[in-house]
């Protein structure tokens, strides 16, 4: 072999072809240093790209956070990584890098029903009238979002099962809760309430988006369709 000809990622063994692996199986599947050989591309005639990524990170000590402070001179000390290949890495590493800051906080997890009455407060305190909410959860019960549904009169408004769960297949929620006020203060769930809960809980089953909870929301306090042990 020509001494001055490189190595190609498609000349190696399969299962040291780091873009292939990646498709076949995921980029979860991939090591650090497999990642790092899909920037570099090629290797030299005596190191292939893994094995030259493998190199870098052990000089470091395999720490990736080390890595990314690397400048274009430390990079281009290896043999087989030029300004272009290094400037590939720093640049991988800086978007990861910018990727993380603006990663979003964490989900604010629903645990029962005083936070769910708290949490809508601020949208229904006194409101002269009535009002339907959502709360789209995930699978560990973190809200994803806060959802209007409907908004009525000073004694109902009018829920569309069809919306309520739209809204929930759009974003992809787990299970949800339904809220609404009672603006003349009366806590007790009215026959209409009663139904549409049921209504709801059925095609929730149907559709493995369960109702978790419905509450009747007033300025003085609230009713809890879970709590009270009616769902």
């Known amino acids: 072999m020509d001494p001055n000809t490189s190595i190609k990622i498609f000349e190696l063994a399969e299962e040291d072809r780091p873009r292939e692996k990646l498709l076949l199986k995921g980029k979860a599947a991939l090591s650090d240093a497999e990642l790092i050989a899909i920037l570099i591309g090629t290797g030299t005639a005596a190191c292939s790209a893994v094995d030259l990524s493998r190199m870098l990170l052990t000089s470091v000590g395999n720490n990736l956070a080390a890595v990314a402070r690397m400048s274009v001179s430390d990079l281009t000390k290896f043999k087989g990584i030029g300004e272009v290949k290094a400037i590939s890495i720093i640049s991988a590493l800086e978007l990861?890098?910018?990727?993380?800051?603006?990663?979003?906080?964490?989900?604010?997890?629903?645990?029962?029903?005083?936070?769910?009455?708290?949490?809508?407060?601020?949208?229904?305190?006194?409101?002269?009238?009535?009002?339907?909410?959502?709360?789209?959860?995930?699978?560990?019960?973190?809200?994803?979002?806060?959802?209007?549904?409907?908004?009525?009169?000073?004694?109902?408004?009018?829920?569309?099962?069809?919306?309520?769960?739209?809204?929930?297949?759009?974003?992809?929620?787990?299970?949800?809760?339904?809220?609404?006020?009672?603006p003349s203060g009366n806590l007790q769930p009215s026959d209409a309430d009663k139904r549409l809960t049921q209504r709801l809980q059925k095609v929730g089953l149907e559709l493995e988006i369960p109702l978790v909870d419905h509450l009747i929301y007033t300025d003085q306090g609230y009713f809890s369709f879970a709590d009270e042990g009616i769902m």
């Open 96 to 182: 990861g890098r910018r990727r993380k800051d603006q990663e979003p906080p964490k989900l604010l997890k629903i645990t029962g029903s005083k936070q769910v009455y708290e949490l809508m407060r601020p949208d229904l305190y006194d409101e002269p009238v009535e009002q339907v909410f959502l709360l789209l959860l995930n699978r560990t019960n973190g809200l994803i979002k806060k959802q209007r549904v409907s908004q009525g009169g000073t004694t109902a408004s009018v829920v569309d099962p069809k919306v309520v769960f739209r809204f929930a297949l759009e974003q992809g929620a787990h299970s949800l809760i339904l809220i609404h006020n009672h």
